[in-house]
């Protein structure tokens, strides 16, 4: 894979320049995307790179954000030919920090379940996951060494599982949602994908203006062991994957705590549909009240779904996740990190689903900060992706415990 | 004016079509909008009225939401030819809802300070304020039972101040804001306009699905009479008006009862241009890259204003909010509503500008339900605004407090 940290030092260093380490990615593009189907439209390759501290880092952005000189099409045939008159807010952060916004990567239908074509680069007979799907494969394929990828359920941190990726969910809006196809406004997140944990920090700091710099920790880190109530929807795999890892961070110095969940975040996770449809049907009220017939059926179930959710049932879920945020909070009292599994198991074969996400819907709904921490594999190879949860607004010890959890592995 | 309610029992009456009553709407905007300026484009005349139980419901809506039928520019030349390919949420659920959405209505650049050329139907040479000037003007001169704007500052209260109608600007995110112009999206908030405190509160029971009627209020409401910190800045005509608002409730049998503005409320207000345009340099950040020269200075100057803000100041803004947001909940322990002003006097003299934000933008940040009621005037007959602030998710009852003013004066 493709790290935006040596890429950035060989151009400081003038190894390469910024307009050779574009150009790397796109040859990479061509050479590599024919088998993977992550890319949808490429920039045009005349475009010179940008000016700032990422230039010379080609980015793939997942096509549920606008963008200028690119169609847009949200994954949805409603949207063919759509292309926006301005960048999405991240898109134009991205090009004023240098970066070069090299291409369109695949989503599914407005970022939600129905699948799209992108494959596995660990193996093609797999699924990448989704709802980011290009995102995580273009990164994994190392044909870039970022992408901007959005979660709703589990659209960063399950295809960066999946395909054996950092990915990086902050804060809920640490970064801006301007610009991408709403969703469900009250949990879109915009995530980011890179190699490794270090990398993903570098990009969070450039583009924000804050220290999320994955720094080495000067201790080991406390970690929560945190199993959840749903511990038995987890491979056998999975399942030892996690009590490895903390055998392993144990042996190395971190202090492990093990951790009940709260009914408070038990029941965050059970209203996370409720929220989220009700949502989505006033977010696409027009694509569903004129264009239905192009609109799939997992799509239209969970928009009539939303449609026959009382106010009320909302408003309650809202209650109750302002109590999960609250709950989620008090969690890391004692503790710097949770660690908890990234998805079910690894990628499941096929592409006519991109899996579940039951193990980060929790935490999109309490805006926790998320990192897929990659390194484990299955019997047959595939990643285990680690999941590593922060206190809200602490994504800087998120990132930093992450980094560690990898380098331990 | 034309009032929603009134309209709605004549169909149900059979005293008119709901064909009728659009195009009632229909000639009343050909006969008095060249005069005001209110409407930008008006929608098709053949489209038959929607099916619904706000059909026959012309409804203007601010044009800084998108419309697929219509030109949307947000008031701004880089949208010139600007056609979205879907309605904004709030414009779906209006046709939904059976209402015709006959016209987009003028804002000013983006919803922000630079004026556009509506002028106030009281008297054609004042300021019908804004941002949402063309919503207020529409409903003030008679041509529309409702309209659809926007706040981030003071954009829904304030025009209706200045014009002598109705505004209500719901809890936070009681109304979508998907397919609405950002600006400040932890502020940006939906608001209708029109005639009469119970038109208001119908619109956005029927849009909502939630019991939001301005019912008679079974006793006189408990008021808070809320000076403010910066009564100083209200007019002597305005502070006359409130003191005598209050005099009259108490005389028809409200509980009054003074409060002081905590200090947690004033450093809200204080700090909501912080966060304001942090956000706004974000939200705009490819119209201030690639098409500054097409910008107002008053907009250029906040957006550099907010690029040149630290993220530090930022976050500390968003906990003064959090902050500000408890204490706003907190007055409410032993009161239904406050009384404030809605402006700090009648509306300025002049189209250069909309007037001033000050006594609005504390209740935006917090995300409290506010209504303007109208019925006072100053000495030369323009309306003087009185504002109604209820408790958080209590709009219910800000409606009736309101209506029950609104009846009293």
């Given at each position: 894979m493709l790290s935006v940290c040596q890429i950035l030092e060989d151009i400081q260093a003038g190894r390469k320049t910024a307009a050779e380490a574009i150009s790397q990615s796109r040859a990479l593009i061509d050479a590599r995307d024919g088998d993977i189907g992550a890319f949808l439209e490429l920039a045009d390759a005349d475009a010179t790179p940008g000016d700032g501290p990422l230039a010379g880092i080609a980015v793939g952005v997942k096509d549920i954000f606008d963008t200028y000189d690119m169609a847009t099409r949200y994954g949805s045939p409603v949207f063919d030919g759509h292309r926006p008159p301005v960048d999405a807010a991240i898109v134009a952060m991205l090009r004023a920090a240098g970066a070069s916004v090299i291409g369109k990567t695949v989503t599914t239908e407005f970022a939600f379940m129905h699948p799209a074509g992108t494959v596995n680069p660990r193996n093609r007979a797999h699924t990448p996951g989704g709802s980011s799907?290009?995102?995580?494969?273009?990164?994994?394929?190392?044909?870039?060494?970022?992408?901007?990828?959005?979660?709703?359920?589990?659209?960063?941190?399950?295809?960066?599982?999946?395909?054996?990726?950092?990915?990086?969910?902050?804060?809920?809006?640490?970064f801006p949602t301007v610009g991408m196809k709403t969703f469900s406004w009250s949990m879109d997140t915009v995530g980011l994908f890179a190699a490794k944990v270090v990398d993903a920090g570098r990009v969070a700091s450039l583009l924000s203006g804050r220290d999320l710099e994955a720094d080495p920790l000067r201790e080991a880190p406390r970690i929560g062991l945190y199993r959840t109530s749903i511990w038995d929807q987890a491979s056998p795999a999975m399942q030892n994957a996690i009590d490895s890892v903390a055998q392993s961070a144990a042996d190395a110095g971190a202090h492990i705590v093990e951790i009940e969940e709260p009914d408070a975040l038990s029941r965050g996770r059970d209203i996370h549909t409720i929220v989220q449809n009700f949502e989505a049907a006033m977010a696409l009220g027009d694509e569903h009240r004129r264009h239905a017939?192009?609109?799939?059926?997992?799509?239209?179930?969970?928009?009539?779904?939303?449609?026959?959710?009382?106010?009320?049932?909302?408003?309650?879920?809202?209650?109750?996740?302002?109590?999960?945020?609250?709950?989620?909070?008090?969690?890391?009292?004692?503790?710097?990190?949770?660690?908890?599994?990234?998805?079910?198991?690894?990628?499941?074969?096929?592409?006519?689903?991109?899996?579940?996400?039951i193990f980060n819907r929790l935490w999109t709904l309490t805006g926790n900060p998320c990192v897929n921490v990659a390194g484990r594999v299955d019997p047959a190879g595939m990643p285990l992706g680690i999941q590593i949860v922060g206190r809200f607004g602490r994504d800087k010890l998120a990132l930093q415990a992450a980094r560690w959890l990898e380098e331990t592995l």
């Open positions: 799907s290009g995102s995580a494969a273009a990164v994994a394929a190392g044909m870039v060494p970022a992408a901007i990828g959005s979660q709703t359920g589990g659209s960063v941190i399950r295809p960066a599982a999946y395909c054996g990726v950092t990915g990086y969910k902050p804060s809920f809006r640490l017939a192009k609109l799939s059926d997992v799509l239209r179930e969970a928009l009539d779904d939303g449609y026959s959710t009382r106010p009320q049932s909302y408003d309650n879920g809202r209650r109750i996740a302002r109590q999960a945020r609250k709950a989620a909070t008090a969690l890391f009292n004692d503790i710097d990190v949770l660690l908890t599994p990234s998805a079910p198991d690894a990628a499941p074969v096929g592409l006519t689903s991109t899996g579940s996400s």
